[in-house]
Structures are given as structure tokens and as C-alpha cells.
């Protein structure tokens, strides 16, 4: 599908992506570039790199796709640092778990070298780093790509055939309503989890010997790097803010109908609550 | 360890115990009695299960141990039915998940013919009914015994033992204890999850495309049994409403940090939720 694919930055998703490429036979050449010498040193003994050169304009020469793999405030800043150095009009992608932002700045950034796509691939964990990557990391899982009104729609094509090619599931929408939906299926829950584990924290120290399985469920997501998701928080402000304040109104909704004893009101919500998550399954 | 062990209402937990308790040879003797005529013509057939007399009465006869599994709003009414008809000083226990008005009204029913020890095994699941009963299912999960000043003490260290040997973690705390810790570490998560799937139900109806594994693991307490968890919450009504008011003022802490870019506040909270959830695994 592509003669040289570049990923940039390969933490869990990066060098996710290319074992998978590698092993689907989407790329005929990988180079993946790294900022610390000592990760490149690493990447010259794994079998899904081709190359892992010392400079991110080398990585990036004649390539037809490039892949920003970074933590979402560093995506748009490499976008720049690319963009004087591309020579082969590549279509330039991200993995960024917020878009409006990103898609609007990294076009513009890249608007007379490359052409830019937004992706957000929704196959992240709790676990990090280069060391966890798996070739099966995307398979059966969406992806967003977010084209808008400037975007090329030819690589917007390419990179929705090349999530699938990778084994997701694609869903195209703007980078706006992306940023809606995410607040609300992803960046809501993990506030959800993060506020009930430190609720708990202070006064349910032993919560290990107490806890069912279900609070380990409940609360899974909080254990993801604080540091990922406070710039999640600050790309997606203001649609959070939304999202949240709206779930407010309906946890109020419960907590009345608990202290009034309004019981039909609560087997109507938790009846909700089920018809939901039944549907997720 | 008994020689005539009873079950009464074999539904997911009390068909796993009758499982368990024939495979580890801890009774010799496992009847069973169900309300339903079909559901006894069922037990006729299961090898976990001697007898499944058609009255209560003659379920209880000669027994050492009935353990009352039917959902929390039916075991005082089923306390109060088989006391008088024991003849062997029987210790009673049930699996209610709420324990502060369980223990003192089916201790006070009992008092003349048997000896009542609270139990909660936290081993519950979003699936019920006999037919996902597993002989594991208390393996390694914890188990409130809940003795209060009435309770006979030989009575609790033998319940503590039989729920050891079914493989369970056996916790002891007082009822009222009991139901702050579950409040907090069962009921608010229950409430929260189904809270966040109810909110989600009327404008993320295609969720199933869009959310993430972090999304199932949030919500998938939601599924429960309304009937069910509607009556728990009925129960530890007050537990129930001091942590989600507790809770609902943490929330607040995070709307506030994000709303006025407090990002040093996001990091203390999301760090703190992380250590939780480490401390849980």
C-alpha cells in the first residue's frame, strides 16, 4: 500500500502500527524515528523496523505516510518541525485522542508539503510504551478519521483504507463532532474513574480486601498516565466541561429520587442504565 | 464439616455454594428448597444437590447449617417463616448484600431456635440465575461475616470457616460497618455506572461503534438486575446517599480544577486516582 510508511515517536500505538504494518504487508520499507538516542539503538534490533535513522528529516524523506505517534500537545509542533523538510507530498497522519485542534494548526502547518489527515485510533490502555506494542492492537477497534473542509479527500480515502488494511473499524466525522462524541464515551468515564478512585483513596485504603470485581471495573481507566490525560483534559475543555456538567444533572437525578424514595424513578434509571450497557455487548 | 447443609432460593449464589460445598465434601447432606415447583423438578437432576423436598419445613429438618440466598427484601420475611419450625438449633446466615437491618431483625426472628450470623460474599456478577452457578465462583473473593453484640460467637467462627473453605477471603467487620464499606466501595460504583450509561443511552445510541474498552469496563455494572439493585438501595438508602454526596462534591473538585485550568489541581486528582486503582491489582 505504501512504499516507505514514517512513524514518528513509537510508544504503544507507534510501534503498534508498524508491527502491524510489517506483518500485513501494508509498507515495504518502515522507518520510525525516536527523539532519544537510546530508543533508536532499541528499534535497530526490532524485526518491524527498517530503519530507525538518527535525524526525523531522514525518517521522513521520500515517504508517502507519515505517522505522529507523540502525546497530543507535542503533535502539532512536530507537524511544523516537518513541514520545511518533506520533499515527496506525503499524506501526514496522527493518532491524537483530541482533533480540532490538531487537524486545523497541522494542516495549516503542513498545507504546502504534505497533506494532512486526522486519525484517532480508539485502542489505547492503561498500559504504555513501546514495550506493550501489539501487531493485534487495532484489530476490531474504531478508529476516527476526521477529515474537514480543507482536507484532501483522496488522502482521507488512503488513510481510512490503511485503518481497515490494520484491522479497525472506521467512522468518519469532523474533528468537532469527534471531540464531542470522545467527551462523552472516553474523556467523561475517565473522570468518572479518576474522581471515584480518589475519592476513595483517602478513606478506603484497604479497598483491596473489600472490593468486588466491579470496582475494579468501574475504575480501571484511572490507572492511565496522568500525564496523557491531563493534555486530554486541556485540548477538550470545553466540550468536557459540557459533558460533565450534564452528567451532574443526571447523577442529581439520582440522588433525589434515593433521598425522596421516588423507587419507580430509580427502576426507571438503572433500567436506562442496563438498556445501555446491554447494547454495548 | 456439616452434616445436613440447606439451601433456600438457589439462585446464582446459593447454587454455587450447594456446587462448591459438595466438591470440597464440606456437607454431606446439600438440600435445597425453591419456591417454584419447576425450579425443584430442576434440582431432582443436579448431582450438587441430595434433596429438594417440596416444603421449607422438611428442608430445614435436622439441618446444622441454612443459608438463606434470596434477594436482600425476602430473608427477614424468610426468617421469620422457618423459625418456628427448627428443630436443631441450626446456624442460619444469608448472602444479602446490605446487612445493618438484616442482621438485627433475622437475629431477633431467630433467637429462640437458632443461632443468625450475617454474611455477604462479595461474589456476585452482572449474570444471575442457578444456571451460571460455578463451584469457584468464591475462590479467592472476599466475605463479610457481620456479628453484632447478639451474636453467638461459636456460631460466627464456624460461618467464618465455612466461607474459608469454600476458598473466600473472610472479612469481619459489624453490620454497620459493613454497609458504609459497601456503600462506598459497591453501592456509589453501581450508581455511577448505570448514572453514566443512563446519561448516555438518549444521545450516544450508536456507543457500541464509538466507545472503547475503557467505556465497557465503566459501565458494565450497569447491566445488574434493576429489581435487584433497586431493593439494595432501598436498604442502605443512607449509607447510600452520605457517598454520593461525598462523591458529588469530589466530582465538583474536578469540574472546578478543569473549568478554571487549575492543571496543577487535574494532576494531584488524576494521580491520586492512579494510585488507587494500582493498589487495587
Known amino acids: 500500500m505504501f512504499e516507505?510508511?514514517?512513524?514518528?515517536?513509537p510508544g504503544l500505538l507507534g510501534a503498534s502500527i508498524a508491527m502491524a504494518a510489517k506483518?500485513?504487508?501494508?509498507?515495504?520499507d518502515v522507518s520510525v524515528w525516536a527523539r532519544r538516542e537510546e530508543t533508536r539503538r532499541q528499534l535497530d534490533s526490532k524485526d518491524w523496523c527498517d530503519a530507525a535513522p538518527d535525524t526525523i528529516e531522514a525518517a521522513c524523506k521520500d515517504s508517502e505516510c507519515i505517522i505522529l505517534c507523540a502525546p497530543v500537545e507535542r503533535i502539532i509542533d512536530l507537524a511544523k518541525q516537518i513541514a520545511p523538510e518533506l520533499n515527496s507530498n506525503p499524506i501526514v497522519t496522527d493518532v491524537g485522542s483530541v482533533k480540532s485542534k490538531i487537524v486545523r494548526e497541522s494542516?495549516?502547518?503542513?498545507?504546502?508539503?504534505?497533506?494532512?489527515?486526522?486519525?484517532?485510533?480508539?485502542a489505547g490502555s492503561e498500559k504504555t510504551g513501546m514495550e506493550n506494542a501489539d501487531a493485534g492492537l487495532f484489530d476490531g477497534r474504531t478508529c476516527f478519521v476526521t477529515p474537514f473542509e480543507n482536507t484532501d479527500e483522496i488522502a482521507a480515502d488512503k488513510?481510512?483504507?490503511?485503518?481497515?488494511?490494520?484491522?479497525s473499524i472506521v467512522l468518519r466525522e469532523t474533528p468537532e463532532?469527534?471531540?464531542?462524541?470522545v467527551s462523552k464515551v472516553s474523556h467523561l468515564p475517565h473522570i468518572l474513574a479518576s474522581a471515584l478512585a480518589s475519592y476513595l483513596l483517602a478513606d478506603q485504603s484497604n479497598a483491596k480486601d473489600t472490593c468486588g470485581n466491579g470496582l475494579k471495573d468501574t475504575t480501571r481507566v484511572a490507572a492511565g498516565d496522568p500525564a496523557l490525560w491531563k493534555e486530554i483534559i486541556v485540548q477538550n475543555r470545553e466540550e468536557i466541561l459540557r459533558?460533565?456538567?450534564?452528567?451532574?444533572?443526571?447523577?442529581?437525578?439520582?440522588?433525589?429520587?434515593?433521598?425522596?424514595?421516588?423507587?419507580?424513578?430509580?427502576?426507571?434509571?438503572?433500567?436506562?442504565?442496563?438498556?445501555?450497557?446491554?447494547?454495548?455487548?
Open 243 to 281: 459533558s460533565l456538567s450534564d452528567f451532574q444533572d443526571r447523577l442529581q437525578l439520582y440522588y433525589s429520587a434515593i433521598a425522596n424514595e421516588d423507587y419507580l424513578e430509580i427502576m426507571k434509571r438503572l433500567n436506562e442504565g442496563k438498556a445501555f450497557r446491554d447494547a454495548l455487548d
Open 23 to 28: 506483518e500485513r504487508k501494508i509498507a515495504n
Open 159 to 167: 488513510i481510512a483504507t490503511f485503518w481497515q488494511a490494520l484491522g
Open 4 to 9: 516507505k510508511l514514517t512513524i514518528i515517536a
Open 177 to 181: 463532532k469527534h471531540d464531542e462524541i
Open 107 to 122: 494542516s495549516y502547518a503542513l498545507k504546502d508539503t504534505a497533506r494532512f489527515v486526522g486519525s484517532h485510533p480508539m
